[in-house]
C-alpha cells in the first residue's frame, strides 16, 4: 500500500540550504571568526546577526549549521 502523503519529498534541507536559515554559511563562517579572534561576546554577536545568543553558542560548536 502507498504511504499517503508522503510520495515525492525530499529529506530535510539542512544548515544554509534551508530556505528558511536566518544566516548563509559566509555569515556562520564571520560568527566563528569574530568569536575565535576575541573581543565580542556571543550576545553581541547575536545581536549584530539578529539572532539568539543560543544559537549563536551552537553555531560556534558546530551543532547548528553543520560545516565546522
Known amino acids: 500500500a502507498a504511504r499517503k502523503g508522503r510520495a515525492g519529498r525530499k529529506s530535510s534541507?539542512?544548515?544554509?540550504?534551508?530556505?528558511?536559515?536566518?544566516?548563509t554559511q559566509k555569515q556562520v563562517d564571520g560568527i566563528r571568526a569574530a568569536y575565535a579572534s576575541g573581543g565580542i561576546s556571543q550576545r553581541q554577536l547575536g545581536l549584530a546577526f539578529g539572532i539568539s545568543q543560543p544559537q549563536v553558542s551552537s553555531i560556534i560548536r558546530g551543532v547548528s549549521l553543520g560545516n565546522k
Open 13 to 23: 534541507v539542512r544548515g544554509a540550504e534551508n530556505p528558511n536559515a536566518r544566516v
